[in-house]
């Protein structure tokens, strides 16, 4: 399902900071707009309540996720909450077969090949290339001569509308957007500008 879902929108929600009472309105906003997964990070008020409200309130074709997920526990915590993939900012390879075990998706961070292929071994769905703004384009079109096609490359961390264009030309595959889309505070009606930007921007990619 992870994959269809890039497929139809090749941009995931990261909602870091949101509360289980306005993450209703957060997510609908960005389901309107077009985004088919979202994701709440761990370190989040109450972040396995939002997940739970996000799970039950969207569509069936919305991936809700986890973000910054730190062991195989977490995990399943995730899953008791209906969450559908595991997002972590590192490779630890004991969390991604807790995913693949508990039957979740997962996209470990990886910053070298080394770490990318030792992550695939490990039975991870797509890459996470974390922190994107360090890496940069030129990085990512060095992984895609090495890493196989069928792997999606999803950089996170400082991506803008403006940045997709050149990611993307690069062998980027789809995107996590933070800060740029959500921050704390954020009105429903501030989230909906944004996503429409970044889905204007993905669609001239």
């Not at 088919?36 to 109450?46: A, D, F, H, M, T």
């Not at 090949?113 to 071994?121: G, Q």
């Not at 490990?122 to 990085?139: N, S, T, W, Y």
């Not at 889309?181 to 009105?187: I, Q, S």
Request: neutral net charge; charged residues 20%.
């Amino acid at each position: 399902m992870l994959k269809e879902a890039l497929k139809q929108c090749g941009l995931i929600a990261i909602l870091r900071g949101i509360r289980p009472d306005e993450v209703e309105a957060v997510g609908q906003a960005l389901y309107d707009a077009g985004f088919r997964i979202i994701e709440v990070p761990l370190n989040s008020p109450e972040p396995f309540e939002s997940i739970r409200v996000l799970r039950n309130v969207l569509p069936a074709n919305c991936m809700v996720g986890a973000g910054t997920v730190l062991s195989p526990a977490q995990v399943l915590q995730v899953k008791d909450a209906e969450g559908q993939l595991i997002v972590m900012p590192h490779s630890d390879p004991e969390v991604i077969r807790a995913a693949t075990a508990a039957g979740l998706a997962s996209a470990p961070g990886v910053a070298t090949v080394t770490e990318a292929f030792a992550a695939l071994a490990a039975g991870a769905d797509i890459l996470k290339m974390f922190p994107a703004e360090q890496l940069g384009p030129v990085v990512v079109k060095a992984w895609r001569a090495v890493i196989p096609a069928s792997v999606m490359l999803v950089p996170v961390g400082g991506i803008t509308p403006a940045s997709l264009k050149e990611f993307t030309a690069a062998g980027a595959s789809a995107f996590g957007l933070g800060s740029a889309l959500y921050k704390p505070g954020m009105t429903k009606e501030q989230v909906r500008k944004n996503a429409d930007a970044f889905v204007s921007a993905w669609k001239q990619t």
